[in-house]
């Protein structure tokens, strides 16, 4: 255990922690002494040769595209064991725990609902969770996709992975990848949890002005530039930025979108499948 520990103290000093436009935010570990493998709650994974981290969110918002649930039938098992239906208010996501419930809200229209994650999927930082036909008939989602927000409301603890747990799923953890996630002070208050679909609201006001598509974010100008000219079919510039702590950087960004249907249509290219650097912001 002693080498282990000391792995890990050098894996996470060799990672800098970029200041980048929040789209999953992780509350802070501030008990130093809470090691990084009690943070998980399943062993990280991989899908299409990426990985993806189950981890102990205390809170959780993220933006992206929502898409109708096509690997699951009515009747099928879901990840976590549970029957899925195409009429209850469930959802697929990369790396929440199972169970997870979220509110979802439709950016087009303001509409919000309470799902129940139970699932994997999605597994794209654009294209953030899958969501049953009934959520997307509750919020009057686009059937070839919608930008939604996702707020983790609570979870069920009992999943997470303990200090008992055994030598090999411990290994697992070790020789995965180290994570990308950037870890931002942040906590929202926890609420009662609801499994049923009644709970929507209706606003029916767009959430956004502007949709932004982040394909690469530099230190130096010139790897910018380079990107910049892989994209002369896109409408994309370089926008020189400064984070919070002071740190010049060179976002490469494609928009504004004032249409989610394009933005839907341009991810669909194969020549943004390349970057796994894509991510969605407002304005």
Known sequence: MKYIYLLLIFLLS??????IIPLAIEDSNKNKNISLIEKYIEEPYQVDGKWFYPRDYKSYTEIGIAEIE????????????????????SGSHRS??????????????????????????????T????????????????????????ELIDTNESF??????????????VEAPISDVVVIDAEIP?????????????????????IYLNIATFSFLENAKIVLDELSNFKAKVYN????????????????????????????????????????FLI
Do not use: W
């Open 14 to 19: 060799q990672c800098a922690a970029v200041n």
């Open 70 to 89: 096509i690997e699951l039938n009515n009747g099928d098992l879901t990840t976590n064991k549970e029957f899925f239906h195409n009429d209850v208010s």
């Open 96 to 125: 929440l725990p199972l169970p997870s419930i979220l509110e979802v809200t439709n950016l087009e229209n303001g509409r919000t609902t309470k799902v129940r994650v139970n699932n994997r999927g999605a597994y794209s930082s």
């Open 127 to 150: 294209h953030i969770i899958n969501l049953s036909s009934g959520v997307f008939k509750e919020l009057n989602l686009n059937s070839e996709g919608g930008l939604v927000k996702i």
């Open 160 to 173: 997470i992975l303990s200090e008992t747990q055994t030598f090999e799923e411990e290994k697992k953890v």
């Open 190 to 210: 926890k609420s009662e949890i609801i499994t049923n679909v009644s709970d929507i609201q209706t606003i029916e006001k767009r959430q956004y002005n502007e």
């Open 241 to 280: 930025m400064t984070t919070n702590g002071g740190t010049q950087i060179f976002r490469v960004l494609i928009g504004p979108y004032e249409d989610v249907n394009k933005l839907i249509n341009d991810l669909k290219d194969d020549t943004l499948k390349k970057y796994e650097d894509l991510s969605i």
